[in-house]
């Protein structure tokens, strides 16, 4: 069955430092991948997705390319800030599946002052 | 428009009991989908329903069950808890945009057994 994979956390950055967070998948067909982030005591919060091979999702400073061949979708932000620690979750959904996400193991994201 | 909610948010229960856990999604979304999130499984997909009737299942046993009414409020069920089945309960109500489904998470429901 599908699956995602997510690099290994937690991640401790100063803050302005680059960020990146490694997810790779395995799945059939062509799936749609998007990143969530959950802060404490909060749901999910949809941060970028991408539906296609070569698209580049963004939103508030963070970016991530749909690499077919590779099959990655890797979170990038040049700049981090203190509010932006949190959890964040790679996930992907097929389009067979209805509204159903398969999510990585997720990486704490804490960013010190 | 008003937000998933998601009630009751705290929930203890001790083993052997059943517990039912309700989700309000936003107006207008007809589908429901239910996750369990837990420190050892991560996010692990239960269950979807769209218009009243279950549309994906996930690989949880018989004990876990649910069901959505006419107003796409959903419910969800867990029989004969086990301390297992202590964790945060997240319900997500989704709308289709262009080619995918876009899901909006509730604050969830975090259940503890003991």
């Known amino acids: 069955g599908d699956s995602v994979t997510q690099m290994e956390g937690p991640v401790t950055l100063s803050e302005e430092a680059c960020l990146t967070i490694?997810?790779?998948?395995?799945?059939?067909?062509?799936?749609?991948l998007f990143w969530y982030v959950q802060y404490p005591g909060e749901g999910l919060q949809l941060l970028l997705k991408?539906?296609?091979?070569?698209d580049k999702g963004s939103n508030k400073g963070f970016e991530a390319t749909y690499r077919k061949e590779t099959t990655s979708f890797h979170l990038e932000k040049g700049s981090v800030q203190v509010s932006d620690s949190a959890v964040y979750f790679c996930?992907?959904?097929?389009?067979?599946?209805?509204?159903?996400?398969?999510f990585g193991e997720g990486t704490q994201l804490t960013v010190n002052p | 428009k008003a937000g998933v909610t998601q009630t009751p948010r705290y929930l203890i229960k001790t083993r052997g009991q059943q517990v039912t856990l309700s989700c309000s999604p936003i107006?207008?979304?007809?589908?429901v989908s239910w996750y369990q999130q837990t420190p050892g499984q991560g996010l692990q997909f239960l269950f979807e329903?769209?218009?009243?009737?279950?549309?994906n299942k996930g690989n949880f046993p018989g004990r876990f069950s649910g069901r959505q009414f006419s107003n796409s409020r959903s419910e969800m069920n867990v029989s004969t808890l086990e301390l297992g089945d202590s964790a945060l309960y997240l319900c997500?109500?989704?709308?289709?945009?262009?080619?995918?489904?876009?899901?909006?998470f509730g604050p969830g429901t975090r259940l503890t057994v003991l």
């Open positions: 997500a109500s989704s709308v289709r945009t262009d080619s995918y489904n876009e899901q909006f």
């Open positions: 490694n997810c790779t998948y395995t799945a059939t067909g062509y799936p749609s």
């Open positions: 991408a539906t296609k091979a070569d």
């Open positions: 996930a992907l959904s097929q389009e067979t599946s209805g509204s159903r996400l398969t």
């Open positions: 107006s207008g979304h007809r589908s």
């Open positions: 329903y769209f218009s009243e009737t279950q549309r």
